[in-house]
């Protein structure tokens, strides 16, 4: 066989061997490991992508919850499985905090996991209590530089999403409230609609029902674009914090190593999933979010973003955890 030959049999066959992965898979079910308890936010959107893959990859993708530490027990068990694309992992905001907060991280968001698609943004809206005399962010931050630490602001517990949006807000208009921490949404909610709590950043689609009841006042929306289900609503930055932009959100990503070609066949099919109108509309009204579906280029980009953002936001705010 002369060189040339050689040569383009090695071509033809490197060519088969990095195409087969995507022709091929799957061929066994699929599983999706969501690192949340059932009923949350990441379970709802890990089971609809589950949901759809499975009927688009006739093959069964099976949910798998194991929630624990903020996420990161289920994410990091997703890291060690085999880069052979039948382990999926939700992957959410929590993981892009966390190497800012943990002293102690059995994972690198960056290095360990192949994004895949970052699949919705959860804008949280800041919420008042009514008795507190104000009606926009600026009388918000007034208030708070006129009576330092006098304020208290709810969170779904030390670290998570609410508390480094408000840490966030804190650092960048220079005021000091007090965090109360719970354990989730609905306690924090309940107390802030008593008024044992004044501010909270709460998820927009918690914060729809009780602003339009007038048992909380909606000052802005977290994110950098307003909110669909709320287009009155003006953003953070709109209201007169410059560059503020933040939010919840949800994703998937597979083990580092995980062929390309497979993480663009799953993409693919999450893109096609967030086209669906009915589907789209459920998300912006039922589920609060604002569907993304980008590229795994384009979310490992987001993701570098988000960690640099939060540990900037961590090391501002002294906030670490154990």
């Not at 918690?206 to 007038?214: E, I, K």
């Not at 009915?278 to 980008?294: A, D, K, M, Q, S």
């Not at 953002?309 to 002294?318: L, N, S, T």
Request: glycine content about 8%.
């Amino acid at each position: 066989m002369g060189i040339a030959l050689r040569t383009l049999v090695a071509a033809t066959l490197g060519l088969c061997a990095t195409t087969a992965p995507a022709q091929t898979y799957p061929v066994k079910p699929i599983r999706m490991i969501i690192p949340f308890p059932p009923g949350g936010p990441t379970d709802i959107f890990g089971r609809m992508v589950a949901q759809h893959l499975s009927e688009a990859f006739k093959q069964q993708v099976i949910p798998d919850n194991r929630p624990g530490a903020g996420g990161n027990i289920g994410v990091e068990l997703a890291t060690k499985a085999p880069a052979d694309g039948y382990t999926l992992t939700g992957f959410t905001v929590a993981q892009t905090i966390a190497p800012g907060i943990y002293k102690k991280l059995g994972f690198d968001p960056r290095r360990d996991l192949a994004p895949i698609s970052l699949v919705a943004l959860v804008p949280s809206v800041l919420m008042v209590h009514p008795a507190l005399p104000v009606k926009n962010v600026k009388e918000l931050i007034a208030v708070a530089k006129a009576r330092p630490n006098d304020l208290t602001y709810a969170s779904t517990g030390n670290g998570t999403s609410p508390h480094m949006l408000m840490e966030m807000f804190k650092w960048m208009t220079g005021t000091q409230m007090v965090h109360v921490p719970y354990k989730g949404a609905a306690p924090a909610l309940v107390d802030q609609m008593a008024g044992q709590v004044v501010v909270a950043f709460n998820s927009a689609v918690g914060a729809l029902p009780h602003a339009r009841s007038g048992r909380l006042r909606a000052l802005a929306v977290s994110t950098e674009k307003r909110f669909a289900a709320m287009p009155d609503l003006p953003t953070v930055e709109e209201a007169g914090v410059k560059g503020y932009s933040g939010s919840s959100w949800q994703g998937v990503a597979a083990p580092a190593g995980t062929p390309p070609e497979i993480l663009n066949r799953v993409q693919a099919e999450i893109a096609r999933m967030l086209q669906q109108p009915e589907l789209r509309e459920r998300i912006v009204n039922v589920l609060g979010g604002i569907p993304v579906g980008n590229t795994p280029t384009e979310f490992s980009q987001y993701i570098a973003a988000e960690v640099a953002k939060w540990e900037q936001v961590a090391k501002a705010a002294k906030v670490s955890l154990n």
